[in-house]
């Protein structure tokens, strides 16, 4: 009678649970007058101090907030939260022309052609010694799947890498402690066979064909270059967050999964029937070394990497036309799978490498798993079944401990290197604060609305820095002056230096933030790079001096390659173009100092002005549709003559007889035509 009432309160519990996920803001205030008042109980005087970054100081410290379906990271100095970069990485930035101008627009070519968008979801930073090391930002495109690699010595996105064999791509990126890889799970199974490439099946053969992927990307050591070198193909189910390992559990990732059902439809139903869904454990090193003996078989594939070459600032496509693979079924020790709650979503491990904390969002507790446990439990073959022949873990074998109570909805946990961990609760909307000794409660702390995921600055590495922690809302209601219909998403910044946790500030964030990687200031600020070396430019179009600026045409191209510097553009009287012409220019910012961009846009173009960095070349196409005088300028306030920096294009009717001509200041004699205009 006992175990009925327990099961039917289990049952009840449930329910609301998957009611309240449902409803979605079930839980949240919606009038701000219950819970959700700006002033809140919880912030005190003193949190203005505490925010505080004084005019011309900085702050200490960078954080980078994905933009989930902007397809850019954004960067904000905490504690102040101000927004200090906004980096396109999948997406077209009509801001500063990546994606518009002729440079960039590589960077966005995949299998499926140009994708100037993506859902860019988790950003990590790069690592050494499990530490951030503020080199590079790894980033994921959950959409049409790509890993992205941004240098922070520039802010820049410099590399784009397809991946094969995916479908949403999100249980990604995920470096190792020392980069070694880059590994990235698919969040859909693909029908695959290993002629290579997805099929064309029946959504009812999902349970026979669909199989997942795990990619595992090398990174060269000192330029950060990656390299797709294998995949491990895992059963069909649904791959959903990762993190990986440290100290003893460093050659290990954990990625959670759901819909181990292997259902095809209406997956809110369908991925639900079982109790426990599974946390995959993978030995990355054992893989590496699998693969590295020959065990990785080849498959066709066809996937694009996408590079920017630093000093030209050029970016190339390379097709990749093979991938290798191993079967976990061929490759024992490789892969394990611990029973987990039902469709959990993010796995965290602790600083110390001991314990995975499982946020099941359906579960009423929050397990904790014990590596120590977990190799225990292998080497007495502790075993539950088997799945593809990956063995099962028994639950009990390898669980620490169960949270008890510690909210509704677990989605996220991050750890601050004194003992305690901190939780996202995405329906009872808090952040909740227990121990990694007792497995206590011992905080809780409202935040507005429904948190997804949390950040503390290096919560995920070996030695967080347990002063701060943002908190990502998925639901901003009522806390900023409305905007209509379309608000920005909201962050909370959060002193978490203290026994108990204080509310200190709230900012919008740019469009959602799914993740964001926290680092000192002093670890990237020193090596930003304040402008590019005229003489380093290798773009072959450059003009590195006004007396070599050109205009020249071929049949119905034509090429004008020109310069910019305060205030003035060489050439700024341009002639001969004719309706109908090709026109790239090629425009050198000559100016080598600190924060002299210039822009260049003209009348007319269906492209997006092109924002110049001082030592760079970048390229603008325009096809001119009627004659007439075109006026181009400089978009850039750039210095106190900046609305006089402009020029003029003459475009005279096909056929004409106008020649090519251009100069800038007195009228000189006009330089003669290189090639003849074509008719
Ligand atoms: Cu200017």
Redesign the pocket.
Known sequence: METLINKLKAAALKMTLLMALAAGAAFQGCSGTEQGNSKDEAVSADAATAVYVAPGEHDELYSFLSGGFNGQVSVYGIPSGRLLKIIPVFTQFAENGYGYNEESKAMLMTSHGFVPWDDLHHPKLSRADGMADGRWLFVNGNNTPRVARVDLKTFETVEIMEIPNSAGNHCSPYPTNNNEYVLAGTRFSVPLDMKGGTQDVSLNDYKDKFRGSISFIKVDKEHGDMELDFQILVPGFDYDLANGGKGPSEDWVFFTTYNTEKSATLKELGASQNDRDYLAAINWKLAAKYAAEGKAKEMPANYYHNKMDHNSHIAKSTVKKTVRYLLPEDCPGMMYLLPAPKSPHGIDVDPTGEYMVVNGKLASSLPVFAFSKMQKAIKNKDFDGEVNGIPVLKYESVLAAEVKEPGLGPLHTEFDGKGNAYSTMFVSSEVVKWSLKDFQVKDRMPVYYSPGHLMIPGGDTREPYGKYMVVMNKITKDRFLPTGPELMHSAQLIDISGEKMKMLLDFPTVAEPHYAQGIRADLVAPNSVKFFKLDENTHPEAVKSEKDVSVTRNGRNVKINMT?I??HFTPDNIEGVQVGDTVLFHVTNLEQDWDVP?GFAIMGANNAETLIMPGATQTLKWVPQQAGIYPFY?T?F?SAL?QE?QGYVRVSPRGSKVPISFSTGEKKPVPPATASVSK
Do not use: G, I, Q
């Open positions: 910019s305060r205030s210039h400089c850039d750039c900046h920096m």
